[in-house]
C-alpha cells in the first residue's frame, strides 16, 4: 500500500504494534514520485516486482527499562537489516518521525525503495508475521536479542550512568608535583613545550602525529592507502567448524581479538542487494554429457548502467532462478561491449560482459532467462593479524563470528566474506 495507508493503519489502531520486538513493514509494487529513480528503467519482469517503502518500530517493550535511551537512539537510525527466508534486507533509512497511537509510541521510518525481485515477493502473504527474525539496527544497536557484550547502557547494564564531556581534566593547584614555571602555566601564559617530530608521513596507514591527523574519509594525510578498514571484535575458527560448535560456546571459552573489515558499515554483517543490472541474453548451464563435455557458460552480457563502485573484480553475484534455487558467481573481469544483444535489426547499445566463475560456495550451475536481475553480496575483505599484532593478513577459509551481533561470516581462499549464519 502506499505510505500515507500504512500510517493511517497505525493511527486509527488497525495495526498491531505489539508483542515486543515487533517491526512492520510496507511493501507495494508502486515507488513514489521523486524516488527510486534507479528503478526507472527496470524492464518489466515475468512476476511482480515489489517494493520496501515504510518500516514502523514499536519503542516500548524491545529494550525494558529504557524507553527514554532507546527513543533517541531510534531517532538517529540509518540503517535496518533483516534476513527472511534467506533473502537480505538492507534498507536505508531517509526520514524518521515518532507518532503516539492510543497510548503506544512508535517511529513511522521512510526508507529507500528496496527491491524484491517477483521471484521472492511471490511468497510473501499481506499481513504474515514471521517469527524468530534477528533484526539490526544501525548505528548503535546491534543486535535486539540481549546477545550484547558488557557495559551497554541500552541493557541497562553499565555501572556508573553520566554524560561526560571533557576527556581529561587537571586539578594543577592540588598536584603534587610542582613545576618550575607553575605560575605562568596556572595563568596561561607560559610558552608551548617543544614537541620531536614525527617521522610516519609517508604512508596512509600511519596515524602520524602531525600528517596523520588530516586524514578523513575523503583525505588520508595526502596519501590514498592501499584499503580502508573498521575494527570489531571476533572469534575465528577453520571454515570446516560446526555452526553448533561455535554457537555451544560459552563466552569465557571465545577468545575474541580485533578483526579489521573493509566496507561501509559500522558493523560488519552478510546481505544482498539489487544492482539494477539485468542478464542480456541466457545463460547456458553446459552439457556434462556431450563429448566433449560443454562447460557452463562463463561470459554473462549483462544490460544497464555500471556505476563507479557498483561492480568490481572479487564480487560475489547471485542469480534466481527460481525462488528456492540461487547460484553464486564471482567476477574475475568486467568488459564494456557495444552489441545489438542478439537481437538482428536492432541498434547496437551499451553493455557489459562480464568474465565469472560459475557455482561458487557450494552452489550449482543453474540456466538462467534473458532480464533475470542480478543481486550483489555487499563485498566484505576480512583481516587479521599475523603475528603478535604486526602485521595484517586476509582472513582466509574462515567462519568469523562477530561479538556485537552474533553473527558468522564465511569467508574464501581470499578472505572475501561469501555468506553468514546466526547462533
Known sequence: MNPSEFLQLHLQDQIPMSPSHRINVNIDTEIPAGQGLEFAGRAAQALQDYYVLNVSVNTQGLVEGVNEILYKVLADVEKIRFNVDGYYYNLEVTNGVSYISFGTQFFMYTVDPFLIPGIIAQNIVSGDVIQDVLIDFSPFIGDLKDRLRDYQALLNNTQESRSSYKIRQS????????????????????????????????????????????????????????????????????????????????????????????????????????????????????????????????????????????????????????????????????????????????????????????????????????????????????????????????????????RDTQEILHTDEFGTMFSSSFC
Do not use: M
Open 171 to 402: 586539578k594543577r593547584d592540588v598536584s603534587g608535583t610542582r613545576p618550575s614555571n607553575f605560575l605562568p602555566i596556572y595563568s596561561g601564559s607560559a610558552e608551548r613545550a617543544n614537541v620531536q617530530d614525527s617521522l610516519y608521513y609517508d604512508t596512509g596507514w600511519k596515524n602520524a602525529r602531525y600528517n596523520g591527523t588530516l586524514s578523513s574519509s575523503e583525505n588520508f594525510g595526502g596519501v590514498i592507502p592501499s584499503t580502508t578498514v573498521r575494527s570489531s571484535e571476533a572469534y575465528a575458527t577453520p571454515d570446516v567448524t560446526e555452526d553448533t560448535n561455535i554457537c555451544s560456546l560459552t563466552e569465557s571459552e571465545k577468545v575474541y581479538t580485533e578483526f579489521f573489515f573493509s566496507g561501509k558499515e559500522l558493523i560488519p554483517g552478510f546481505y544482498s542487494g539489487s544492482t539494477g543490472l539485468v542478464l542480456a541474453e541466457p545463460v547456458s548451464i553446459g552439457d556434462p554429457s556431450a563429448t566433449p563435455p560443454i562447460p557452463p557458460q562463463k561470459l554473462f552480457n549483462i544490460s544497464g548502467s555500471i556505476q563507479y563502485g557498483t561492480l568490481d573484480k572479487g564480487d560475489i553475484l547471485i542469480l534466481r532462478p527460481t525462488a528456492v534455487q540461487e547460484e553464486f558467481v564471482k567476477i574475475e573481469k568486467i568488459t564494456p561491449i557495444l552489441s545489438n544483444f542478439g537481437v538482428p535489426n536492432q541498434p547496437q547499445q551499451g553493455g557489459y560482459q562480464l568474465q565469472v566463475s560459475r557455482a561458487v560456495k557450494g552452489t550449482y550451475p543453474r540456466q538462467h532467462q534473458a532480464t533475470a536481475p542480478i543481486e550483489k553480496v555487499n563485498r566484505i575483505d576480512v583481516f587479521e593479524y599475523l603475528d603478535n599484532e604486526s602485521n595484517l593478513r586476509l582472513s582466509e577459509n574462515r567462519k568469523v563470528l562477530i
